[in-house]
């Protein structure tokens, strides 16, 4: 027996926001005479980082029938999201210091992800835990 609830749609929405970050600018770039928006696109391994969580997401979604590989594969999103707002600002503070951060766009988006994902793997946790239980009842 396996319990999914809530997990599937903070999951979802989880994909949803690293799609919506992987299109709308991060920042703005003052630097040159017109200020220019920075894009995900713009740096590729920042866009495949990104889109490579994305996939994930939607993998660990459809994971529902096995409940461990579905909290691996969660936590494995969590971690490269981690590593995607850490290579944001790597990319701001080393390439680009005169540029912007876009808060109400793109940094927040990549957060919301964040914690999407963490609260879906709460929620597989607790699920977990419930199962767990209901074994040791029979």
Known sequence: MVIQRWQNLLLLIA???MCVFCSTPYAIDRAAETPAEV???DAPVFLVINL??????????????????????????????CASIVTCGF???AYMP????IWTGGVLLLIASLVCA????????????????YDRLR
């Open 39 to 41: 894009y995900v696109s």
């Open 52 to 81: 490579v969580i994305a996939a994930l997401l939607v993998i660990a979604i459809f994971l529902f029938r096995d409940l461990r590989r579905q909290m691996t594969v969660t936590l494995i999103t969590i971690v490269l999201v």
């Open 91 to 93: 990319i701001m503070y």
């Open 98 to 101: 005169d540029a912007e951060l």
């Open 15 to 17: 994909v949803v926001l």
């Open 118 to 133: 963490g609260a879906a793997y709460r929620f597989m946790s607790k699920d977990r835990a419930l199962l767990r239980s």
